[in-house]
Each structure stands twice: as structure tokens, then as C-alpha cells.
T-cell receptor
């Protein structure tokens, strides 16, 4: 069964304290893994797509990496404006559906 | 800027009335549109998947006669909550799947907050 597990559920960091969020997945053939950011009361905002193990993508303080079983979202020297819920989703090779994790709620304290 | 719009962004209605929510992809044609529901501090719950010109596919437990989905064109899908009741109050989010640049993914709308009194 295709599924996605994100950890931790919540993470509090001091400003400047780097850390990583984890997304573990099981899927019958991976078409793509996606990271989104969601602010309270808003729809998710697309961040990255990763397609194959070993691939990395970067955007400002964020870097996403992918292995055959998991993906990490590394946050380097976070700022308070990075506070949000980060969602991970996988799309199998067959079908249209994306499978979402429950998200990691990140709070960065000034 | 936004690539998927939703209208209205919030709506308050009386119990028993129907509410229509529009979802539009703004600068790309969406092969598929999705409707999600999200409760406070919880993740997205997929309600249904729709392709232009065909009937929507509903997830288990979602009443298709209560949540009517029309996918009229490659850029527009609507969700109508019929005979709404307080338990239908929630945050409804649509997404459109399409290719922008070299990325084929789901792009989400800003969401619609529905409150049923």
C-alpha cells in the first residue's frame, strides 16, 4: 500500500539553528516526490519536485534530497518567516493521485 | 503569483442552503483537478478527482450527491455543497494538475473557508 510518513510532527527551532525534516515513503514505483509549504488558512505552495534517488533541489535556505525510501528537507539557518507546515507528497507511476503526509509544523523562534 | 484561484475565499451560509466554490487554473490547462478538505491542524483529505468532461471519482466515504463536482473546461472546476449542514463547515482546497515550465505537479488554490450556521 502506498503511504507517506512525515517526522517530526512539530519542530521548534531557534533562528539560525539548522535542521532537517523527514518524509518516508512506500510506493509501487515512484513518479515523483513533492514538497509543499502551507501557511495557516492558505493553500499549499509548491516548493520542489524530486524524481530519482540522489537528486537534490535547492531554494534559498531549503534543500530537498531523495533516496529510494525517504526524502529530507534541510533548512539552513532558518528565519521566523520559514515558520509553516511542510507537506510531502508522492505520486506513484500509475494513476493521478498524490499521497500526502500529515506534515511537519515548523516554528522558528527569533 | 497565484496559478490557481478559488472563489469565494470564505462563505457563511444557513443550514440547508447550497454553496458553490469555483476553482480556476490561471495560466495552464489542468489535466486533472482535485478537491480536498482540511480540518484544523490536520492534513489534506482528498474528496474527489475530476477530469474535464467526465464524471468525478469520489473517495470512499464522500457522498457524491452532497458534493457535486463539475469540471466544465480545462481551466475550471466547481464544487457545490448541497443542503449544507454545520458538520460541512471546513476549509476546502482545490488543486489543478498540469505542467508549468518543466514541472508537472499539483498546484493548489488558496482555499475556501465554509461556515454553515
Amino acid at each position: 500500500e502506498d503511504q507517506v510518513t512525515q517526522s517530526p510532527e512539530a519542530l521548534r527551532l531557534q533562528e539560525g539553528e539548522s535542521s532537517s525534516l523527514n518524509c518516508s515513503y512506500t510506493v509501487s514505483g515512484l513518479r515523483g516526490l513533492f514538497w509543499y509549504r502551507q501557511d495557516p488558512g492558505k493553500g499549499p505552495e509548491f516548493l520542489f519536485t524530486l524524481y530519482s534517488a540522489g537528486e537534490e533541489k535547492e531554494k534559498e535556505r531549503l534543500k530537498a534530497t531523495l533516496t529510494k525510501k525517504e526524502s529530507f528537507l534541510h533548512i539552513t539557518a532558518p528565519k521566523p518567516e520559514d515558520s509553516a507546515t511542510y507537506l510531502c507528497a508522492v505520486q506513484p507511476n500509475t494513476g493521478n493521485q498524490f499521497y500526502f503526509g500529515t506534515g511537519t509544523s515548523l516554528t522558528v523562534i527569533p | 503569483g497565484a496559478v490557481v484561484s478559488q472563489h469565494p475565499s470564505w462563505v457563511i451560509c444557513k443550514s440547508g442552503t447550497s454553496v458553490k466554490i469555483e476553482c480556476r487554473s490561471l495560466d495552464f490547462q489542468a489535466t486533472t483537478m482535485f478537491w480536498y478538505r482540511q480540518f484544523p491542524k490536520q492534513s489534506l483529505m482528498l474528496m474527489a478527482t475530476s477530469n474535464e468532461g467526465s464524471k468525478a471519482t469520489y473517495e470512499q466515504g464522500v457522498e457524491k450527491d452532497k458534493f457535486l463536482i463539475n469540471h466544465a473546461s480545462l481551466t475550471l472546476s466547481t464544487l457545490t455543497v448541497t443542503s449544507a449542514h454545520p458538520e460541512d463547515s471546513s476549509f476546502y482546497i482545490c488543486s489543478a494538475r498540469g505542467e508549468r515550465g518543466a514541472v508537472d505537479t499539483q498546484y493548489f488554490g488558496p482555499g475556501t473557508r465554509l461556515t454553515v450556521l
